[in-house]
T-cell receptor
């Protein structure tokens, strides 16, 4: 069982559509992070959410941390082909950064 | 800083051979992580170090895997003997703390035939 469960596993949409991906856990985290990974590269940090209920925006990306600090979501508005990639959530229950399996997003032109 | 540097980028080896993966973390980062990524299992934490000391190696799959960090600027992950099921992309990452941003290298794609 994964510490962090991400859904959906795969998502293929048309350019211009909106989407939401989820990261859930039964554990409480002091913070959660979202990374994006492109083919042939390592994951790169997008955002860290720290406070329960917190909402952070990064251009067309909106990140929310659940009130109980057990889950998080990533919403993309008007997706573009450049958003294609693997989106990973991560948390460090014991100073050990652990990752979910990721959502593989494909945005078709 | 050049970021986390891993070598080699690609490694193809025969089953039974020893494989050594190398990592140079970002200077000043106290934490170093080794991950393995596959389609089936995602990004798995194998082992991590704090100030060059191994803290948790519970993710190391078998005794065939070992990792060392002889100093703050160098770490190795060794597989001996290698098996086809070890084929994966291996990432090294470093972080100032264990819970803030992890900076990743470009990974080593290992193929064991």
């Amino acid at each position: 069982t994964q510490l962090l469960e991400q859904s959906p596993q795969f998502l293929s949409i048309q350019e211009g559509e909106n989407l939401t991906v989820y990261c859930n856990s039964s554990s409480v985290f002091s913070s959660l992070q979202w990374y994006r990974q492109e083919p042939g590269e390592g994951p790169v940090l997008l955002v860290t959410v720290v406070t329960g209920g917190e909402v952070k925006k990064l251009k067309r990306l909106t990140f929310q941390f659940g009130d109980a600090r057990k889950d998080s979501s990533l919403h993309i508005t008007a997706a573009q082909p450049g958003d294609t990639g693997l989106y990973l959530c991560a948390g460090a229950p014991n100073n050990d950064m652990r990752f979910g399996a990721g959502t593989r997003l494909t945005v078709k032109p | 800083d050049a970021g986390v540097i891993q070598s080699p980028r690609h490694e193809v080896t025969e089953m039974g051979q020893e494989v050594t993966l190398r990592c140079k973390p970002i200077s000043g980062h106290d934490y170093l992580f080794w991950y393995r990524q596959t389609m089936m299992r995602g990004l798995e934490l194998l082992i991590y170090f704090n100030n060059n000391v191994p803290i948790d190696d519970s993710g190391m799959p078998e005794d065939r895997f070992s990792a060392k960090m002889p100093n703050a600027s160098f770490s190795t992950l060794k597989i001996q003997p290698s098996e086809p099921r070890d084929s994966a992309v291996y990432f090294c990452a470093s972080s100032p703390t264990g819970w803030t941003e992890a900076f990743f290298g470009q990974g080593t794609r290992l193929t064991v035939v």
